[in-house]
């Protein structure tokens, strides 16, 4: 793989507080990018917020705001929420910003020099919530027998002048990028959705809109603005330089991870590659489309419907880091998933409390207390030692970054927990607590092997609970240079002396609130 990394997340759609839904898949990229700097790379990591369209500008009508006043206030709660949630982002874009409006009429323009640009007049179904035209066909009746998109969002029939991109002629180029680039659209079930759609036959797109002003100008036509998707997705080449020929281009893009939900992956691997391709631009290497994260009815949460679960609240009450690890725990990621808080606060006592943090807590503290926090083996190492420590530095080395290397956070995490328990069955079976009084030097060895171990699970479950391993690794003395994947790879016994200074329990039991909802 490549010593850099570029990924995005879709950038979020301000017209309301964030979600649940953001925070998941936020979480998710901010894991991946922890992760991909801790085997070595050089990652780039963006998200932001989408601000223009019609959506924010009848969503600021309504609230008697600018849509800028809108997107300012907005904006804020989601940057404030990441802080919280403690992503680490190099770029935040707002597509409010001067640069991305001029990367935006550059790449209209490069369009248009390639001769896929043409003024007409729109007349079709166009959903606000979705941001979205849809054929006559696509649409589905409601139960009063309303039109709907296929969403389920109402339509309404628009007509206007409009710029048109020559999308119809893409469909030939797409559906070879599909067959040639197998990996280009993750999951597999989406990359058959969208070859099947791309099979029925594609329209051109209208890409301008001259019924409202809150969007980015199209160069050369008074009166119109750029459809908000075109816009939208191309933030992903402003956060690298684009249109300049800038260093952060020539060594990020193409990027490496568009990491979008399922209901946009249409608007990324469609639209998204035919405009590059006409642009004259490389196009991304994959774009992975994850599951909705669904509340405990079964139902997807979204700022429309009014049923939001306020991530920050999550946080509050059960910790930032139980709830990442929750997120990438509980569920396959790119499939839907359904959580409650009973959920949380059982996974988070059973994993990160009773057996993880239990661990930790106990191994360190007692070398704290009993061996005057320093550990210098002179037992000799036993199978039981070396069997150990071969089970988790495979798990952690190994078999944890191969599944995230796919993006399987939950059978990278179950490889982890597997380690974790063989650590709690080495414990009970060692008994180093007993060894004190017959065997001292054999319970240094054992206590050696399971800080060893310790500090391999917190390294390599970093990326998900930040915080907690740093807390770990700071009492076990580990170098901040010798924190990543890399120094999982020695040989399997270490004899190096050990110290360990004031450890702090790092995952308390967790309870329900009385009376509350699950």
């Not at 992760?35 to 790379?41: E, K, L, P, V, W």
């Not at 004259?280 to 419907?305: C, M, N, W």
């Not at 240094?444 to 930040?466: E, G, K, N, Q, Y």
Request: aromatic share 10%; proline share 5%.
């Amino acid at each position: 793989m490549a010593d850099t990394f570029y990924l995005t997340t879709a950038i979020h759609y301000p017209n309301g507080k964030p979600h649940i839904g953001h925070a998941y898949e936020t979480i998710a990229a901010d894991v991946l990018a922890r992760f991909h700097r801790q085997m070595g790379r050089e990652v780039r990591f963006q998200t932001g917020t989408d601000e223009h369209g019609l959506k924010m500008a009848q969503k600021a009508r309504d609230l008697g705001k600018t849509p800028r006043d809108l997107a300012d206030d907005m904006s804020a709660h989601f940057k404030d929420l990441f802080d919280k949630l403690g992503i680490t982002y190099d770029r935040y874009i707002r597509t409010t910003e001067e640069d991305h409006h001029r990367a935006s009429q550059a790449i209209w323009q490069a369009m248009e020099a390639n001769g896929d640009l043409y003024l007409d007049r729109y007349e079709g179904w166009y959903s606000v919530r979705d941001e979205a035209f849809y054929d006559e066909s696509e649409l589905v009746e409601g139960e009063g027998g309303d039109k709907l998109s296929p969403q389920g969002t109402p339509v309404e029939w628009t007509a206007e002048e409009t710029w048109f991109f020559k999308l119809s002629a893409y469909g030939d180029k797409l559906l070879a990028l599909y067959r040639d680039n197998p990996d280009f659209i993750r999951p597999e079930s989406r990359r058959n959705e969208v070859m099947r759609f791309v099979e029925g036959g594609l329209r051109d797109l209208s890409v301008s809109r001259t019924s409202f002003d809150w969007g980015v100008p199209v160069p050369g036509s008074d009166g119109h603005v750029m459809y908000v998707w075109v816009d939208a997705l191309t933030n992903y080449l402003t956060g690298v330089g684009y249109p300049d020929e800038t260093d952060d281009m020539a060594k990020f893009w193409p990027a490496d991870l568009h990491l979008v939900g399922k209901d946009i992956t249409r608007f990324h691997t469609v639209y998204w590659p035919a405009f590059l391709m006409s642009a004259g631009i490389a196009l991304p290497r994959q774009v992975y489309a994850h599951g909705f994260l669904l509340s405990r009815d079964g139902t997807k949460e979204s700022k429309s419907a009014g049923n939001v679960t306020d991530p920050g609240e999550l946080v509050d009450a059960y910790g930032v880091d139980t709830l990442r690890y929750f997120l990438l725990r509980e569920f396959s990621f790119g499939q839907d998933g359904t959580y409650s808080r009973e959920a949380i606060v059982n996974r988070a006592n059973s994993e990160l409390a009773n057996s993880f943090g239990n661990l930790a807590q106990r191994v360190l503290s007692f070398v704290a207390k009993r061996c005057d926090g320093r550990l210098e083996p002179t037992a000799p190492v036993e199978d039981v030692d070396s069997e150990l420590l071969a089970k988790v530095r495979s798990a952690c080395a190994e078999e944890l970054p191969a599944q995230f290397e796919k993006l399987a956070f939950t059978a990278g995490l179950e490889a982890w927990m597997q380690a974790v328990y063989a650590c709690n069955a080495y414990v009970d079976e060692q008994a180093p607590w007993a060894l004190r009084k017959t065997d001292p030097e054999r319970m240094v060895r054992v206590l050696h092997t399971l800080s060893l171990c310790i500090r391999d699970l917190a390294i390599a479950v970093a990326p998900v609970t930040p915080a907690a391993s740093g807390k770990l690794l700071d009492a076990l003395m580990v170098p901040a240079e010798a924190r990543d994947f890399a120094a999982l790879s020695g040989t399997v016994v270490d004899n190096g002396v050990i110290t360990v200074d004031n450890p702090q329990p790092v995952f308390p039991r967790l309870e329900m609130p009385e009376g509350e909802d699950a």
